[in-house]
Each structure stands twice: as C-alpha cells, then as structure tokens.
C-alpha cells in the first residue's frame, strides 16, 4: 500500500518495501519539474491535525505537553515532530543497509535531505560544505562529512591528523568553528514549543507557570548541543559478526529517520532520509508547518529549503504561522507550486533541476573508485568546489584503517553482494558486478580483524564461477572486456576542460590544489543547463574475468577457496599442538608398490573400514583437530569453502580423464577425496546431495584406475603427472590436514603398479559409491546415478573377468609337459566365472540386456577355454575328445544361447546379435571338429559320433550367417564351405568304410553329393580360397572314381567318368588364380631383386602356401591321366563295337591329344611351378573345347 507524505497512515515495518506509485507532477511558473515521492519506510504515529494557535499567542512560554510522551506524539525520537538531530555521519549506510535492494542499481543518490537541500542551494549560498561521497554501483553516499568535529576527535586519539595537516595547509587556514549564536539557541527553543501548541488536543495549548521555563529550557539547549556533535565511531568498533547484526545499528549505522522516501526529481532516483513534521488538516491530507518572524522576509535559500522539503515528503501545501518576538500574529497558507512565486523568495525550478542535474554528473564522473571516500568541500565564501579522494591521501601518508568510512563502505559492499547473489541465478549478467562488488570490499578489510567477512567473500566469490556449466558459457555470458578490478567502470580518464563538459580539471589549478580529483572553478556554472554531463558509460558486465578453460576456471575457484581458508584458519584459536607445517613444504602424496601392500585382501580391510565411518556420519560423529565450535561461523564457512574445493578438484579431475592426463586426474581427484574427508571428519550429518557428490567422485576415481590400468604403457608419465602439486594446493592441503589426516580414501587414489591391483581397486570405488546410494536410501531418489553405477560395476567386472580368462589362457599355453589342469588355473576360472557372474547381474538389475549378453558371451568363451584345457595330449594313447570337454562346450554352448535370449531380436543390437551368433556357431564347429577328428570310439559307436557330428556341424550352419553383407560375410561364407566339406567328406568316408545297408548307403551318397555341391558353390564365391575349392574338386572326382568302381555298364561308366572331368574342367578357376597370385609375386621379386636374397624360397605377399599348390597339383595331374586313360580305353572298346560315332571320335581324339600332352609335362621334372600351371590351363581349355564340339552326341 502506498502512503503519500501525511502522517494519517499506518507505517509499515522497517524496511518493508511498498508498491511504487508515481506522484504528482507540479506546473511551477510555466516550467514543468517532474517530482514524484513513495515512502518506503516511516515510523510517524498516526496522522494529528495541526491546531491554530490564537493570537498573541506566547510561544516563549512552554506548553504543558513540552517534550513528553503521549500517543499523538508516538515514542520518543520518533514523533511527529520529526527528529530533531543533526544527521549523523552515516546516516545513508543505516537508510543503504535497510533498503539494500535499491542499492547500486536502481538508486542514483542515498543521503539525508537536509545534505540533498545543502548541494542543490550551493549557487545561491555562501556557506561551507562539506560532504563525505561514496560509490557502491551506480550509487552515491552522502554524508555530512563535519571536518572540525574530525579534527576534535583527533586531538583525542591521534586518528586523522594526516588530513588536518592536509586542510590546515591547503584549504583554508583561518576558518575556525563558529561557535552558535544565543538567538540560535532561542529560536530553536520556541520553534519546538510551537510544534508542541500546535499538537491538537487536550492541554495541548496550556502554557505553564513561568517557573519551570528555565528548567525546561536546560535540556533543550544541552540536547541540542549534544545533538550538534558528530558520533563518529572509532575505527573497527564494528559488531565481531556481521550475520548476527544484519542492521549494524551502533555507531551511527542506524537508520533513524522520521521517513525513507524514494524520491525521484526529473531523472535522478534519491533515496531520502527526512524528519520534517508533517500534520493533517487544511484543504490537502497533509501540509507542512513553519514558524517565521514576521520581521523577516523569506529568503531565496529559505525558500528553496520550504520547496524541496514539501516535493520530498510529496506535501502539497505549507501552513506558514508568522510571530513578532515569540507572540503569534498571524497565519498564511502557500501551495507548494506557489513557494518559488513568493515575494523576495523568487527562484527558477529549472535552475534547480539543472543544477541537481551538474552536480550528480560532476560526482559520477569523478568519484569512480568503489570503496574509496571522495570529500565535496567548499569553504565558506568560496566559489570554488574541490573534490578529493580521501583514500588515495590516507594510503600516501598513514593506514588505510584510520578512515572510520572504511568499515561501513565495505560492509555495504559485502551488503550489496550478499543480496545480487541471492538472485544470481535470476540473471547471470550480474556475475561481473557481484565480483567487483567483493573485490572492492576486500581490498578494504584487514584479515587478521574481520575474518568472518574476508572468508564469507572469498566463498561467495569462488560460488561466482558455476563449475557444472557449459564451456561456451565462458565466453557466451560475459562479454571479453578484461579484468579490471575497478567498478562499474565508470573510466576514471577525465574529460578535457571544454564549454560543453564543464571546467573540472587540474590543468590550470594552482599548485595547491593538485591533490583534488576534480574542480568546479564557480559554483555559477551548475545553473548552466547540461554544463556537466556524464560521459562515463557503465559497463554492463563490470569486467567478470573470461575463463579460457575448465581449469582455469576451478583455479580461479580454488584461489578464492584458500583464502576464504587462511581466514578462518587464522581466526581458530589453538588449543592443542597442532603439527607444524610449513605451508611452502609439499605434503607427500603417498605413492608404494603394491607387492609391499596387502593386495587385495588388504584393500578389502580398507573398504570395510570406509564403510563403517560412512555408517558413523549417519549417527552424527564428529572430530575436529583444530578445536572449531560445532555451529560458529568457522566451523560452517569452513564446511562450505571444503566442500566447493572439492568440487573444484572433481571438475579439474573430470577435465583432465578428457584430456587422457590419467596420473593428473588421479591426483585431482585424490586431492577431492581428501577435502571430502575432511568435510566428513567435521560434519555431523551428510545431507543427501553432499552423499551424491561422493558418489560421483568415488565413480570417477573409479574411472580413472581403469583408464591407467588399459593403458599401462604409460605409467612412468602419469606417475610423473601424480606426483606433482602446486603451491595451492600444499595449502589447501596444510589447512585440511588442521581437521583430519586425510586417510579415509587412501585406498582408491593411490597410483599402484600392478594390473590386477588397478582392476580391483576401480571396482572397489564402484562398490563403494554403490553401497553410499544403498544404505542412504538415495538410489530411489537419484535413479540416473544408480545405474551409471551399477553399468560401471558390470563394466569393471568384466574386465576384471577378462583379465583372470586371459591370465588363465597364458597358463595353459605355458602347461606343455603336465597332463593334467593346475589349481592355478582352476582359481583363475572361479575368480573369472564370479566376476563374470556378478557383472551379468549387475546389467540385469538395470535391464542391459546389450551388455549382459556381451558378458553371457564372454562367460561362453571361458568356458570353451576350460574345455580346451581339458584336452588329452601326449602319452602313448590316441587323443579322444573327452567328456570334460563335450561338458565345457556345451556350457559355453548355454551361455551364447542365453545371451541370444537376452537381446530377444537382432533388432535391439545387431552387431552384438551378429557377434554371439558367430561364437555359437564356431563352439558347435569346434566341437563337430574334434568330435570328427579325435572321435571318442573308445565310448561311443561310429554311428553316433557321426549323427552328434551331423547335428553340431548343421546347428554350426544354423548360426551361421552367409547372406547379411557384413565385414564377416566372406568368414562366414568360408566356415559354411568347410562345413559343408567336412560333412561331405564324412558321408564319402561312410560310404567307402559302409557294407550291408543299401538304403543307408543310398542316402549317404546323396547327402556326400549334396554337400559337395554346396561347399564348391559358396568356394566359387570366395577369391581367397583356390586350394581348398581345388581339394574338395579333387575328392569329388574320387566319389566320382569310387561310384565308378561299382558300375559295370560301359555307358555308366563313361558317363560317370565324363562327370569326373567335367569337375576336373570346372577347377580353371582356381588354376586362374593360383597363376594370378604366382605371377604377382614374380613380377614382386623382380622389382626387388636387391632383397631377393632375403627372401624364403616359400614367402608369399599373397599368402599362397605353395607346398599345398604342388601338393594338390600333383593329385591332381595324376587323377587327370588315370581319368583321361580310362576314358579313352573306354570309348576305343566302345568304338570297336558299335562301329564310328563322330562325336565320340573327337572325343576320343581330343582326350588322346590332352592324355599325351599331359604325360610329357609330367615326365618334364625341370618345369616351375607357374610352367606346370601353364599347361594345366592349357590342358583343361582343349578338353573343355573338346566335350564342347562333343555336345549333344554324348551317351
């Protein structure tokens, strides 16, 4: 609710803030001035009519009601009489702490009315003045700033005598203090008892017997005088904790005016603290009451003060009561838009405003420094306004502290950022401001007194940088304008002495005067419209420093940090012996071999003992080495600044496992912990997020074992890179190591050496982070991090798995005499099975079924490596395959068939889909194969063996996927050919071996056939595989030679041997490759005949095993003569008796021609192997042109 300038309302409380409402615009001799008031604050009683007084009225004589207490008049010191003190000289830091919202951004002015009267009244007064300016943002503090009463005080504590050289030499040496006149006195005395008679009410209006006029009259005088003087503080009196007295109401830090208003003239918004009295009655709901003698005429500055007064209160009327020597004669009401009008009291209301207008452009021009104290003086007489940065002068000659302005200036600044960071979030804009804000507060404040603020800062400081945001926004929020620890960025260049800026310079002042920031050479130039401006633009980001990177940024973070640190440090007294610690020595990192340690038994000691002081925080344990008061101030700042250090270690750790800078991430996240630890050692509760945290940390640290143990090759760098520290850290450590030892999370950061070590001591750290979210009830509440810590927890044992699988594997390569499977071995599988085990679970209970499959997979592989270790080798014995491994096969066989089901369709991840379906399909080929190769007859029938062989190597095609175009195409293409080989191979070896059974004999035939013609098909489509498709070519040749065997018929014969070359015809393509692969290397070795030397007489670029060319290449020259004889002893006898046949003559005759040719190459021992291929093209292509003439006529 508003309240306009009466007394009539209600006042709100302290500092409660009120609905803005613009007031009203006056039209004053033509010239419009724009005033507008809302009170925001007014501890006025409810609102009194004025009562007129009767003529000759003597107010001389006191009224009954003089100077007591009565509800009308409100408590004392806070009537409606106003308060009749002379302001004190920090009365705007009270009125700045209690509406410390408006304070450095919306307010241009903070100051009593009576010095805003005194600035704007300069051109036309010849008074002195002298006001104390400060800068906190954009706005100014006004103070009274009584050098005489200074300079009193000083003869008394020795403080300030520095500037009363300073005045005495430069200012004026002449002026003295001007002791108050007795009219003085008796004109005060007579206002206060008329404000009294004009209280309406009973007795009100009384005068009393003339007795007690003296008495009463006493304590007026020695009031006043007391009033007269300045209570300045002494320095540093101010309260130990800020926070218990948010108001700082002693020493003069007390708001203790009548009204707060903002008022706001033309464009200039003033905080104003007023205790003019106010009354109800007339024709407006309030007005303004004077007492003149009637033998004196109001003066132009009289008139400006009865003026600014009413348009500050927003009071519309001013009831004017004139007396001749105490006795009242008459009454006269004046608007407030008339008082500029009145006879010898004539002004211009734009001549105010221009002057209001230069004055606030000369001193935000010019008082640029936040936290400095600039002095506005003019002596008496003097036309000449001089401002000095008193600051500046102070630090030349004595200490900073001796200024009593310094502590409240940087309290309010401390004020100002505390309430900015409590809407920091709102708009990050205000970063910048907020920092120079604290950097300016601090630069005030000495460490060893005001520990409490410097620590606080510090702390709200390192909270600027959000270290969880973005990079981009390092540069996205806040523009690049440097560093600058200034304020608001007012430039502090001076503008050249122009027409048109004014004439505030040092350029032409006499030497006396360079000690002045600025001079207004006469005060008749603040009349002149516009003749100071403000050219200083306010940067808007006030210069927040641009961070380039993360670590710069948690650097920056941490420097704060340790500060914040030192200062509450320092202010904990010691009660017992701590160790010394030269904060310049490095703390060792503890760094030893893990052969020296316990192992893995020892790191579970560990583990347990962590748990266990994790289970003490939740019933509220705490120790403290330094001796800090659970609850002070120390013992939550330092909480808070140990915690946002370790924070800062966590990002930096984060940053650097990016960086794949392992050893630097371990000892970031090392120097985490330890801060985590100590928070631990001091904290009597864990909130919930802080337990977060130090899972997030316990699962980067678990991270970065991993990354160091994969990459081991590296390990001399990183331990280099973990060894290192800065000098702020060995701080940071020195002031954590005052609360704890730092030892809790020693077993997940130390660098060990051992592979095995790292795997388990990274899975330790999930476990741990697993268990805080478990027995914290946290894993329901942050869902996300339970299961990025359970895919971790599976991740990790599955490596650990592999690790026990492939150390079990080099054993068994190693075992070469013993028969037998070791104990060694043995365990490597159970720890590797249980790893593998609990991973799956831990996938499961997340639904990963990608995952569980991939680890059902590698439990599929350990089991065939049991298997294979289990094989029979050596001794005198023919190797059978054992039951132990048809047992292992055929639980690896389980276990793919598991993962299978776990992903449910190739859609979900076809490449895991693919990869499980190849390793079923190799177990099922791998066992058909040792089955066929080393078959257990010794247990088992043939004919079993051959259908568990069947089935296996079928099951081996089902899985086998020889249509999807996949880089594993062309193998899945060649193990199809191999099975469909080896099943032919097989049928044509039962086929041989079988006696009795036609039908069984009859299906075998077909079976061997058909598989042949598969396995051909799919070695046709293969480039890389002429030997094998020449081999099964060859063997089909001799089914065709054994079926031959049994026929009896001519024509049967012919034709199954006519079939046999056709095959024979058919393997020009592999010939064709083979003279391909030979040539290549030939014109190879040419080039590099210089390494021909060098070279095996077998090595290949192309991988062509020549040994098995010739091999194959011998069967085959010698499958070719005894087919083309027998065809040609065939077709004579075939001849003889039927008489001629034309085709079957050139057939006859090519297959002779081919036949002769044929044995002359192969009688010709001298041929190379490229010569020999030569002719079998050769040979094939003349036969192929042969059976080609011969088509149609064949039998």
Known sequence: MEELCGVGAAAPLRGEVEEPKQGSVLFLGGNEVKSSAVVKYSSAPPQAAFARLQEKTDLKLPPANWLRESAKLGPAGTTILGNNKKSKPFSSFGMAYDFIDSVGNDVDVVSDSENIKKLLKIPYSKSHVSMAVHRIGRTLLLDELDIQELFMRSSQTGDWTWLKEFYQRLIDQKWQRKKKSKEHWYQKAILSKFLYYSINGDGAAQPVPSTSKQHQEGPVSGESDEAGRASWPAPFE?????????????????????????????????????????????????????????????????????????????????????????????????KTEDIPNLENSNFSTKVIKDIAQNILSFLKSNCTKEGHTYWLFKASGSDIVKLYDLTTLCEETEDKYQNPFTMPVAILLYKVACNMMLKKNQNKKHYGTIRTLLLNCLKLLD?????????????????????????????????????????????????PDSDENGSYSNSSDPPDDNKAVAIIKSVGELSVPEKYKSVHRIRPSCAFP????????????????????????????????????????????????????????????????????????????????????????????????????????????????????????????????QCHDTYCCLCTSMLPEVLVFLCQCLTLCGDIQLMLAQNANN??????????????????????????????????????????????VSCKCYEAAYEILLFSNLKNQNPEQRIQVLKRMGNIRNEIGVFYMNQAAAVQTERVVSKNVSTTEQQL?????????????????????????????????????????????????????????????NKAIDYYLKALRSLGKRDVHPAVWDSVNWELSTTYFTMATLQQDYAPLSRKAQEQIEKEVSEAMMKSLKYCDVDTVSARQPLCQYRAATIHHRLASMYHSCLRNQVGDEHLRKQHRVLADLHYSKAVRLFQLLKDAPCEFLRVQLERVAFAEFQMASQNSSAGKLKTLFGALDIMAKTKGAFQLIRKELVAESEQISK????????????????????????????????MSFLLLQSIKLLTSTKKKIGGVNEEEVVLKTNKQVYSLLLRATANKSMTLLERIEVILNLLEQLTQGNEASDGGMP
């Open 1088 to 1119: 590099d005949k210089s390494s021909a030397e060098n070279m095996s007489p077998n090595d290949s670029s192309t991988g062509l095993n020549k040994e098995e060319v010739l091999k194959l290449l011998s069967i085959f020259e010698s499958r």
């Open 238 to 334: 101010m309260p130990s904790s800020l926070s218990e007295d948010p108001g700082a109401s002693n020493q003069g830090l007390k708001n203790d005016f009548v009204r707060n208003i903002l008022w706001t003239f033309e464009d200039i918004h003033m905080l104003v603290g007023s205790n003019m009295p106010i009354f109800g009655g007339g024709r407006y709901p309030a007005v303004s009451l004077r007492l003149r003698d009637n033998n004196k005429p109001i003066n132009v500055l009289t008139g400006i003060d009865y003026w600014l007064d009413n348009l500050i209160c927003n009071v519309p009327e001013l009831v004017m009561c004139f007396h001749v020597n105490g006795i009242v004669q008459k009454y006269e009401m004046i």
């Open 715 to 760: 390990r001399a760098a990183y331990l280099e890179e973990y060894n290192y520290q800065t000098k702020e850290d060995q701080e940071i450590l020195h002031s954590l190591h005052r609360e704890s030892r730092c030892q809790v999370f020693a077993w997940a950061t130390d660098l060990s050496t051992d592979l095995e070590c790292q795997l388990s």
């Open 546 to 673: 641009v961070c380039h990177g993360t670590e710069e940024r948690c650097r920056l973070v941490l420097n704060y940090v340790l500060e914040g640190l030192k200062s509450v440090d320092s202010s904990v007294k010691k009660e017992g012996d701590l160790p010394a610690a030269d904060p310049s020595t490095p703390i060792p990192l503890k760094y030893e071999d893990e052969s020296t340690s316990g192992g893995p038994e020892c790191l579970e000691k560990q583990m347990a003992l962590f748990l266990d002081k994790m289970g003490s925080f939740q019933k509220g344990k705490h120790s403290s080495q330094s001796g800090m008061i659970p609850g002070s101030w120390q013992y939550k700042m330092k909480l808070q600044l140990i915690l946002k250090s370790s924070k800062a270690y966590y990002v930096l750790s984060d940053a650097a496992m990016i960086l794949q800078k392992y050893g630097r991430a371990l000892r970031y996240i090392k120097l985490a912990l």
């Open 829 to 889: 599988w159970k720890k590797s099975f249980s790893c593998f085990e609990e991973g799956i679970q831990n996938f499961e209970s997340i639904d990963d079924a990608t995952n569980a499959a991939l680890l059902l997979c590698n439990t599929g592989r350990l089991m065939r490596i049991c298997a294979q270790a289990h094989c029979a080798t050596g001794g005198d014995f023919k190797r059978e395959f054992s039951p132990e491994e048809a047992l292992y096969y």
């Open 447 to 495: 460490n060893g007194r005001h520990p409490q603020i410097i620590a606080s800062a510090n702390y709200m400081l390192s909270e600027l940088f959000q270290l969880d945001e973005p990079k981009k926004e390092d540069s996205a929020d806040f523009p690049i304008n440097g560093n600058s620890d200034e304020s608001y960025s007012e430039e502090e260049e001076e503008m």
